[in-house]
């Protein structure tokens, strides 16, 4: 009895599907139409949309401790151990957020840029604010917007707020660029590997593969800045302390010279102590002089030794083939939209038109 109920429904749905099928074929001329026209459509918002390139530059992560051979035995031998960094460490999680932030963008935006083909040669404020396009839809929706700042008397352009405070202003125009290029440019780092990926896309290939080169060297000197900044300040410090030693040893130097000098054939009890005095005081300018010559040294090889070290695994290629718009996938998905729609709109219709009936 349960084989015959359950051979009923699939005899039901069978038909069922058979009648949907029979549905559809009697409207497909309809159907086809919608899916024309979809096409069509999805033509025309394929083409409109600008082609965007892509680069992309990976770079390795930075060496790990050098060798320092002989200037660690140096070190060692005045009571320094250079093994141990006092560099400030800087998380490669951070370098996403250190190339989208503003001042790191604002630097960016006076870098020259060029495409020959386009014959394009201007600041990467002005290609992004004068020569990026955009689908005409885009225009449309900005339209109204534009025609309520004519008529409130408010213009849509100004000017950037001066002040003396560290604080950044920003107007309408450059926040709506920065926003825009922080969005083209992308850095991403594997925290098993380290490695740092970095992408830039542009409409232009050839200003594509400069700025992603451009933005990979700024980070690069970014970071090394960072980690070096305390090993550079020692250096200036102990810079100073040497040239004042060095003054100091030639000042003493000279007074015991000139004292030996003016003191010829003299033998008193007197001349031996100022002699001794002078030379005493020329013994220890010397001894602070030649530790600080150490010590200066040492600091500049403190600055060699914490420069993170960078290996670019993909260099910057100017991208031959448009990343997007993705356009047969574009297609696909507006005839598939469209056949789903059709056929949903008949099946619907159908079901109303029957359900009234009953």
Not at 20 to 28: G, I, N, Q, S
Not at 52 to 71: C, F, K, M, Q, R
Not at 290 to 316: G, S
């Amino acid at each position: 009895m349960d084989n015959l109920n359950n051979n009923q429904v699939v005899e039901e749905n069978e038909l069922d599907l058979i009648e949907l099928a029979r549905k559809f074929w009697d409207k497909r001329k309809f159907i086809s139409t919608i899916c024309a026209i979809g096409l069509v459509a999805g033509v025309i918002i394929a083409i409109s949309i600008p082609k965007e390139y892509t680069t992309t530059v990976i770079l390795a992560p930075e060496a790990g401790t050098s060798n320092l051979g002989n200037a660690g035995a140096l070190a060692a031998t005045v009571g320094i151990d250079l093994n141990n960094k006092m560099s400030q460490e800087l998380p490669p999680e951070l370098y996403p957020d250190i190339a989208g932030s503003t001042p790191f963008l604002i630097g960016l935006l006076d870098v020259q840029v060029e495409d020959t083909k386009k014959n394009i040669n201007t600041s990467l404020y002005t290609y992004l604010d004068e020569y990026q396009k955009a689908a005409w839809w885009g225009y449309v929706l900005k339209f109204p917007f534009k025609l309520i700042s004519l008529f409130s008397g408010k213009s849509e352009e100004e000017s950037a707020t001066e002040n003396t405070s560290k604080m950044i202003v920003l107007s309408k125009d450059q926040d709506q660029i920065l926003n825009g290029l922080k969005k083209r440019i992308v850095v991403s780092v594997d925290k098993k590997s380290g490695v740092i990926t970095l992408t830039s896309t542009m409409q232009s290939p050839e200003i594509s593969a400069y700025i992603a080169d451009t933005v990979i060297s700024y980070l690069q000197e970014y970071v090394i800045s960072y980690r070096t900044l305390k090993a550079r300040q020692d250096l200036v410090f102990y810079e100073k302390l040497y040239e004042e030693s060095k003054a100091n040893y030639y000042k003493v130097q000279q007074a015991y010279a000139s004292y030996i000098d003016e003191n010829v054939g003299i033998i008193s009890a007197r001349y031996r102590t100022t002699q001794e005095r002078l030379q005493n005081e020329m013994n220890l300018a010397y001894g602070i002089y030649n530790q600080m010559a150490q010590q200066l040294q040492l600091a500049k090889v403190k600055v060699q030794d914490t420069t993170p070290v960078y290996k670019i695994i993909q260099p910057a290629v100017v991208p031959l083939k448009a990343s997007s718009p993705k356009k047969m996938l574009i297609l696909i998905g507006f005839l598939f939209l469209s056949l789903a729609g059709s056929c949903g709109w008949v099946y619907m219709k159908d079901y109303f038109l029957n359900k009234n009936k009953g």
